[in-house]
C-alpha cells in the first residue's frame, strides 16, 4: 500500500489561470500525459471556460467541494448541482464548464480509452470489499489497483494491507487514517474495508496490459 498525503501534492496552473490541478497518482508511476493509463487529480476551478480536449481518454469528474458546475459535452448541457455525484464523458469532446456559484474543486479520473477501465463509488459510512476468492492472483493480461480518497472528513483503513509497520504508530491490527484529500493506493484485489465520518472515494481501477493502447501525439494537453 501506498499512503498519499494530501500534503506533499505540488499544484500545478493551467496555462489559461482557470485553476489548478494536484495529480493523487498515476499508472504507470511518473507518467505524463501521453503515456499514463490512468491519472486521477484534484482540480481547482476558479472560473468559467472550455476544457482542453484530450484525445483517447475517457474522463469522469466528481465535484468535491463547491455548489456545482454546468458542463456542456458535445453540444449538450448536463448540470452537477453540488458534490459526490461522478459524471462519465468522453474528454475529446468539445467541453465547456459554468460555475453554478462561485470556484469548486473537482475530483478527476481520466482513463485511457481501450486500456483502462475504472468503477468510481461514493462511500458514506461503511465500505467493504471482500478479497478476491482463491490465492488473490491477478487474471492474465490485467493491473488492477484500488485508490481510496478522503473526499471530506476522516477515513480510518483496515484490512490486510492497512496496518503499515513503516508507518508510525502502526502494527498488527492498525488502522490507517486519511484526513481530508489523502488517499491510499493498494492492490484491488486483496481486499479493504473502511469508516468515514464523511465522503470517501473508491476508485477501482483496471488496467489490460494485454492489448497496447493507443498512443497519438495530440494527446498531450495542458489542462486537467
Known amino acids: 500500500m501506498r499512503v498519499l498525503r494530501a500534503a506533499g501534492r505540488t499544484a500545478t496552473a493551467w496555462s489559461n489561470g482557470g485553476g489548478v490541478t494536484r495529480e493523487i497518482a498515476a499508472a504507470p508511476f511518473g507518467a505524463g500525459w501521453d503515456t499514463f493509463d490512468w491519472r486521477v487529480s484534484l482540480a481547482e476551478v476558479g472560473r468559467d471556460g472550455p476544457y482542453s480536449a484530450l484525445p483517447g481518454v475517457d474522463r469522469v469528474l466528481t465535484v468535491a467541494e463547491g455548489a456545482g458546475l454546468e458542463l456542456t459535452v458535445d453540444g449538450t448541457r448536463h448540470v452537477l448541482p453540488g458534490p459526490y455525484q461522478p459524471f462519465a464523458f468522453p474528454g475529446d469532446a468539445p467541453t465547456g464548464c459554468r460555475l453554478l456559484d462561485g470556484p469548486v474543486v473537482n475530483f478527476n479520473v481520466m482513463l485511457r480509452r481501450g486500456r483502462s477501465v475504472a468503477t468510481v463509488e461514493m462511500a458514506r459510512e461503511r ?92 494527446e498531450s494537453a495542458r489542462r486537467p
Open 127 to 218: 465500505y467493504v470489499a471482500e478479497p478476491r476468492p482463491g490465492d488473490g492472483a491477478q487474471a492474465p493480461g490485467e493491473r488492477r489497483a484500488r485508490l481510496v480518497v478522503a473526499l471530506s472528513g476522516r477515513t480510518r483503513l483496515s484490512g490486510p494491507d492497512a496496518a503499515c509497520s513503516h508507518l508510525p504508530g502502526s502494527g498488527p491490527g492498525s488502522a490507517l487514517t486519511l484526513e481530508r484529500y489523502d488517499a491510499a493506493l493498494m492492490p484491488a484485489d486483496a481486499g479493504v474495508s473502511l469508516d468515514t465520518d464523511g465522503v470517501t472515494a473508491v476508485v477501482t481501477l483496471t488496467v489490460r496490459t494485454a492489448a497496447a493502447g493507443a498512443r497519438r501525439p495530440e
